[in-house]
T-cell receptor
Framework: GAVVSQHPSRVICKSGTSVKIECRSL??????MFWYRQFPKQSLMLMAT?????????EQGVEKDKFLINHASLTLSTLTVTSAHPEDSSFYIC??????????FGSGTQLSVL | GESVGLHLPTLSVQEGDNSIINCAYS??????FIWYKQESGKGPQFIID?????DKRQGQRVTVLLNKTVKHLSLQIAATQPGDSAVYFC??????????FGTGTSLTVIP
């Protein structure tokens, strides 16, 4: 199947710093990518839809100034967690639809904020 | 909608038995559904999909059933193996092309 690469896989940062997570579609172009957040033993929560060349669409309750999304090319979307705090610690996963159908996921980023 | 904040139900099956994992979805306008398998610390892995104009689809050792009347999906795994132990999620595609996930089920296969 299609490959979505996510980096880094794990990051530990101090409270107040910003963290950038990259999501790349390796063998297909993605005009849309999705960012999810997952807490332990819970489901995936859709945070936002990343749109190439335009602003991201955020789900209700997700702070757009906190979670900055940039989709500068057809193969790359980035999520920046700004001024991270311990409550932002979570597993963040990106995904992209291949051929506008099947949704493929990155391997996820475990963020730990101290 | 999404099932956020709910803890995972669990299912234990004996190796070699068949497993049935259920999922209730929320939006009657959803037109496409996917089952995913997620192992600890990894991203979800695509298993099988089904469009809303179908009620059954079969893959290798897996079958997905869709009941639109009651907004219910099921995933059947034949001859369950220890490697099938994971968390399974269904995802529905909403009218805006976003995918929303169900609660998930943690499957444990007993050797």
């Amino acid at each position: 199947g299609a490959v979505v690469s996510q980096h880094p896989s794990r990051v530990i940062c101090k409270s107040g710093t910003s963290v950038k997570i990259e999501c790349r579609s390796l063998d297909f172009q993605a005009t849309t990518m999705f960012w999810y957040r997952q807490f332990p033993k819970q489901s995936l929560m859709l945070m936002a839809t990343s749109n190439e060349g335009s602003k991201a669409t955020y789900e209700q309750g997700v702070e757009k100034d906190k979670f900055l999304i940039n989709h500068a090319s057809l193969t790359l979307s980035t999520l920046t967690v700004t001024s991270a705090h311990p409550e932002d610690s979570s597993f963040y996963i990106c995904s992209a639809p291949a051929g506008n159908e099947k949704l493929f996921f990155g391997s996820g980023t475990q963020l730990s904020v101290l | 909608g999404e099932s956020v904040g709910l803890h995972l139900p669990t299912l234990s099956v004996q190796e070699g038995d068949n497993s049935i994992i259920n999922c209730a979805y929320s939006n009657s306008a959803s037109d496409y559904f996917i089952w995913y398998k997620q192992e600890s610390g990894k991203g979800p892995q695509f298993i099988i999909d089904i469009r809303s104009n179908m009620d059954k689809r079969q893959g290798q050792r897996v079958t997905v059933l869709l009941n639109k009347t009651v907004k219910h999906l099921s995933l059947q795994i034949a001859a369950t193996q220890p490697g099938d132990s994971a968390v399974y999620f269904c995802a529905e595609r909403a009218t805006g092309n976003q995918f929303y996930f169900g609660t998930g089920t943690s499957l444990t296969v007993i050797p």
